[in-house]
């Protein structure tokens, strides 16, 4: 048993809740695990990755797909290492309304011109790193003080 995957939270919670909706008492559940298991073995939690996946089966459910398991941090750090682009999401997306909507006087033809501008001729921004520049002019555009119409007191015309 050198390559024994141990069973997901994700899939412990599966197995439960089918038993729960099917009407599935504990008794029952064990004979089912010990069963898979060739007897290793009666519960739930001590079944492997494949074990439950057969459980969950068997109660109707979907099984789970084995992960890589990696971390989502490693598998986006290998993506960056191997020249993938991360496609903008919809927080970046929320983020550049949002910030753009700072100003009521800002118009979305206005947020379209920034981003050919910033972005080299393109209208929205399709990768994150895109969208981190249009966030960024955005940024600096709203700490910038506000021109106003008319000159204040004591400035010149």
Avoid: Y
């Amino acid at each position: 048993m050198s390559n024994f995957i141990p069973r997901t939270l994700d899939q412990n919670k599966r197995i439960h809740g089918l038993a729960g909706q099917n009407g599935v008492d504990r008794d029952t559940l064990h004979a089912h695990a010990c069963e898979i298991s060739n007897k290793r073995t009666s519960r739930t939690s001590e079944l492997s990755f494949d074990e439950a996946n057969v459980l969950i089966k068997r109660l109707g459910g979907e099984p789970l797909p084995a992960s890589s398991g990696l971390s989502t941090r490693s598998q986006q750090r290998a993506r960056q290492k191997a020249g993938v682009k991360q496609l903008r999401t919809k927080a970046q997306e929320k983020m550049i309304l949002d910030l753009w909507a700072n100003d009521p006087v800002r118009t979305m033809s206005g947020l379209e011109t920034l981003s050919k501008r910033i972005l080299k001729g393109k209208s929205q921004p399709s990768t994150t790193d895109e969208a981190n520049k249009l966030i960024e002019a955005i940024k600096s555009m709203n700490r910038r003080p506000r021109r106003n119409a008319s000159p204040s007191i004591g400035r010149a015309a």
